[in-house]
């Protein structure tokens, strides 16, 4: 795997970001992060909701300020994204973090992961943070192992209302 880097949300990557929406939903796998899912059809409005979001005005009640990046390889291809929570509420600290990212079906197994929580960390430092909590779904070997190698421990894990397990790690800046 060649050079991979975090890019603010931005219609010169349009075409890219517009396959990489696609073949998550033609996947059927769920989509994380959360914002992925949203259609960006209309990517001009999209980014405007981003750029709302990370504002942290006029947010949906119980939401938090949050940050959007995409995950770009040497040829500038997105390949991944992320959303970092400049804070945590009651239901992102037991099960969402401060920082959710996923990588393309096409793409995963090649280090992205890895990299793209890396340089999320550095975000996050930006931030003000210097603590910072990572979930994964129980039985996600990967992000697992992508979470401890970025120095993620493991704390504690969460039962949701349908019996889906969360394993919560921290991570020290």
Same mark, same amino acid.
């Given at each position: ?12 990557? =349009? ?11 033609? !996947? ?12 960006? !059809? ?65 793409? =995963? ?21 210097? =603590? ?10 990967? !992000? ?30």
């Amino acid at each position: 795997m060649g050079k991979a880097y975090l890019v603010e949300p931005s219609m010169q990557y =349009r075409e890219s970001y517009l396959a990489f929406y696609r073949e998550w939903k033609e !996947s059927q796998e769920p989509i994380v992060p959360w914002v992925v899912d949203k259609d960006p !059809s209309d990517l001009a409005a999209y980014l405007q909701y981003l750029e709302v979001e990370k504002s942290g005005e006029n947010l949906q009640p119980g939401w938090v300020a949050n940050s959007t990046y995409w995950l770009v390889d040497e040829q500038e291809q997105v390949v991944g994204a992320v959303n970092i929570r400049h804070s945590l509420n009651e239901k992102l600290l037991n099960t969402g973090g401060h920082i959710g990212y996923g990588v393309v079906p096409s793409q =995963r197994r090649k280090g992205y992961a890895t990299r793209i929580l890396a340089q999320s960390l550095q975000k996050t430092r930006e931030l003000g943070l210097t =603590r910072v909590m990572v979930a994964c779904d129980e039985g996600n070997i990967g !992000s697992e192992k992508t979470i401890a190698k970025n120095g993620g421990v493991f704390e504690s894990a969460f039962i949701e209302e349908d019996g889906n397990v969360v394993r919560r790690f921290w991570i020290e800046l």
